[in-house]
């Protein structure tokens, strides 16, 4: 479950709001002046959330290193190109169902 509070309230709330992400396995929103400003998660996923940042940024830089001769432009419109396929073909598919 996830729970949104204010930063005060979590301040005032601290040592439930522990118990609840460390034996519920819950998270918590903290927000500021009404926007979330930071979360709070148990940190056996936060390990899972730091790796699966570590894999991305790895797969980023192949990609980088992958298309580093192709102009910007060529690649910007080879990514629009597949986008509008795959949503010609989600719209395909769905028509079809």
């Not at 056996?44 to 894999?55: A, K, M, S």
């Not at 830089?61 to 432009?73: L, S, T, Y």
């Not at 597949?82 to 079809?96: D, M």
Request: hydrophobic share 45%.
């Amino acid at each position: 479950m996830i729970t949104e509070i204010s930063a005060v309230t979590f301040r005032q709330n601290l040592g439930e709001m522990l118990n609840q992400v460390q034996y519920r396995h819950d998270s918590v929103i903290i927000n500021k002046d009404g926007r979330p400003v930071a979360a709070l998660v148990d940190a056996q996923l936060f390990g899972r959330i730091r790796r699966l940042q570590n894999r991305f940024d790895a797969l980023c830089q192949r990609i980088e290193v992958g298309f580093a001769d192709v102009p910007e432009a060529e690649g910007l419109a080879e990514i629009e190109a597949a986008i509008e396929l795959e949503r010609a073909l989600a719209i395909s598919s769905a028509k079809e169902s």
